[in-house]
């Protein structure tokens, strides 16, 4: 099993952090892991993005020219990464904000509803655990208990009692991802 | 008990520097290898164990800073990226001139000049060649992944004290920048000894000890770069390490050091796929370099290509390592740029096989 993951967004919508936990989530089940952010200026301009591998393997090279996996919140990093995934993969974009939809005939499309569900959950700041929620319905690499670990190592104590609503927000996001394309 | 994390490069260089009993940090923050101070700075090894970190008003105090530590028999360690590492050389320059250990880390980001932030490997000359002024060398290790930068600061320390010598760590903006799973080490007691070299006051009955670089008269000079000489081949001699993958069979070999030996093990492996018996060599030590190790592989295949983020220097030491036994191509992206697995394979395939 190897899956290759480029997360992209606005800085803020927690594209980094999303990363992380998969790759945190994915030590827990006993993978190999890598994540690499973009540190460029991009950064500065107020889109971000992060390479998350997890593998049965050994990674070899932790920067990818194209990915199972694209999870895209705006539409730059739509425009920018929808040709970087491999045929037959997937691509998970937030509704909210889009301008255009996919064009990719040959890949599977899933959109997701993340930004309006955290603002039924009165929290925003949840949206990418939404988000991740929804990737791990549709890929269910890993075990929601060992992103629940994965959690546990990545925030500090003093969060840990929001453990539970980061936990609440993926089983949401996992409630209302929808296909929007099966590759041809 | 070893203790597993998921980490940045930097900030396992920052946590190894404390766990390998490092006595001080002296640095000045520059992307992409500001994590190290920032790491050291929340962890406050001062109340772990009694570590000092410093962020100093320059690169070039930071460097005079370890010289000055290094000078009283401590272990100190200072980082930066590439432009800082041309502001620290003379002071590097001194510090092998006096012999006295250290461990330098350069985050290698694109030059000349103030470049960008994007990850290279283009300061492979100034780590291995010199780069300050002098017959000189430093020990330099080559991390390819975040676990080895963790394990090269304590070997580093080994080695600068092994040899009272400068140690640089040549890392990138890509494993600098990047998180994986590290087993941390046990966390070593920072040492009370003092060395007999070490300049911390006279002893009753005892010369004085002087730390310098300075010797006007020629003839002593001349000895005391004997003496460092003599050094230096007993380095090329015990520390030469290295790793080599699927090389027992190969025709055809492919050399690349840190992060850039990744993507090129996933070219070769293509080459592996496509029926093309290929194999790699990654020198962990850049100096002392794997010549002996290059030299036989050369003799054994048809062909050698090196990868390297720049415009081509560590293909300059494969070439005298070869001595002309296998033709030896390069495939370089430099400024920042990082080459893909199927650029490396194809420009392998054009340059190599002839395709």
């Known amino acids: 099993m190897s899956e290759e993951i480029i ?32 540190y460029g200026p991009e950064m500065r ?7 998350a591998i997890i593998s049965d393997e050994q990674i070899s090279s932790p920067v990818l020219t194209e990915f199972d996996t ?25 509704e909210n904000g889009m301008t255009r939809k996919p064009r990719r005939k040959d890949i599977n499309i ?34 929601l208990e060992n992103v629940i670990k994965g959690l546990e190592k990545v925030l500090p104590e003093r969060y840990h009692h929001l453990i539970p609503l980061n936990e609440e927000a993926i089983h949401r996001g996992m409630k209302i991802i929808k296909e929007a394309h099966q590759a041809n | 008990m070893k203790e597993l994390r998921l980490m940045k490069g930097n900030e396992a260089l920052a946590e190894a520097a404390i766990r390998a009993g490092a006595d001080a940090y002296f640095g000045y923050p520059i992307t992409p290898q ?97 780069g300050g002024h002098g017959d000189y060398k430093m020990i330099v290790l080559a991390p390819a992944t975040v676990q080895e930068s963790v394990d090269y600061v304590r070997l580093g320390f ?28 046990e966390q070593h007691p920072r040492s009370t000894e003092e060395p007999e070299w070490a300049t911390v006051g006279k002893k009753p009955g005892k010369d ?3 730390v310098t670089s300075l010797q006007l008269q020629s003839e002593e000079q001349e000895k005391v770069n004997l003496k460092l000489q003599a050094k230096y081949r007993e380095m090329e001699k015990n520390e030469v390490r290295y790793e080599t993958h699927q090389c027992e069979d190969a025709e055809y070999l492919f050399v690349a050091f840190g992060s850039c030996a990744r993507i090129t093990r996933k070219a070769m492996e293509m080459a592996r796929k496509k029926g093309i018996k290929a194999g790699l060599i990654r020198p962990q030590t850049l100096y ?68």
């Not at chain 1, 301009?45 to 390479?51: E, P, R, S, V």
């Not at chain 2, 004290?161 to 080490?185: A, C, H, T, W």
Request: net charge negative; with cysteine; hydrophobic share 45%.
């Open chain 2, 208 to 210: 004085s000890v002087i």
């Open chain 1, 7 to 38: 997360i992209a967004g606005f800085g803020g919508q927690g594209v980094l952090s999303m990363g992380q936990i998969i790759c945190y989530s994915g030590v827990m089940q006993g993978k190999e892991v890598s994540w690499m952010p973009s």
């Open chain 1, 110 to 143: 899933c959109a997701i509803a993340a930004y309006d569900e955290s603002v039924k959950m009165n929290n925003t700041k949840v949206f990418n655990m939404i988000v991740i929620g929804g990737f791990l319905k549709v890929k269910p690499i890993i075990e």
């Open chain 2, 34 to 130: 500001s994590e190290v101070i920032e790491y050291l700075m929340r962890e406050n090894p001062a109340d772990r164990t009694g570590m000092q970190v410093l962020q100093a008003e320059s690169e070039v105090a930071a460097i005079n800073m370890v010289y000055g530590a290094a000078g009283c028999g401590k272990k100190a360690m200072t980082s930066s990226s590439s432009p800082g590492i041309s502001l620290k050389m003379e002071g590097i320059s001194y510090i092998a001139g006096a012999e006295l250990p250290c461990v330098v880390v350069n985050v290698v980001r694109a030059g000349p000049g103030l470049g960008t932030i994007q990850p290279s490997q283009s300061d492979y000359f100034q780590a291995v060649k010199g």
């Open chain 1, 45 to 51: 301009g107020g889109t971000a993005n992060c390479t």
């Open chain 1, 70 to 94: 694209a999870i895209v919140l705006n539409q730059p990093s739509m425009d920018k990464f929808e040709d970087a995934i491999k045929p037959g993969g997937l691509l998970i974009y937030e």
């Open chain 2, 158 to 185: 080994e080695l600068a004290f092994k040899y009272r010598n400068p140690v640089m760590i040549l890392s990138d903006g890509i494993i600098g920048q990047m998180m994986e799973k590290v087993e941390l080490f």
């Open chain 2, 288 to 355: 002392p370099f794997p010549v002996k190790a290059i030299h036989k592989l050369a003799k054994q295949v048809k062909g050698i290509m090196t990868v390297e983020m720049n415009a081509g220097q560590m293909v300059e030491d494969v070439r005298l390592a070869a001595r002309g036994e296998a033709p030896v191509e390069f495939f370089g992206r430099f400024g920042g740029m990082i080459p893909s697995p199927d650029e490396i394979f194809n420009a392998f395939e054009q340059k190599m096989i002839g395709g």
